[in-house]
């Protein structure tokens, strides 16, 4: 069961541990390990472009 402590939300997984969210949601998502992840955008850096 997820619980706030300091307005931090903290879950626990029975595998993973203890982990700190900002929100009740996400907390209670790791708990379940339906975790949602996060997409990681990589920004390319466009060598003709004039700011390069």
């Not at 700190?20 to 997409?39: I, L, M, T």
Request: avoid cysteine; aromatic fraction near 12%.
């Amino acid at each position: 069961m997820a619980y706030q402590k300091r307005n931090t939300w903290w879950g626990i997984h029975p595998d993973k541990g203890k982990k700190a969210f900002s929100n009740e949601k996400d907390a209670e998502a790791y708990e379940s390990g339906k975790e949602k992840k996060e997409p990681v955008v990589v920004k390319s850096k466009d060598l003709f472009s004039a700011d390069a």
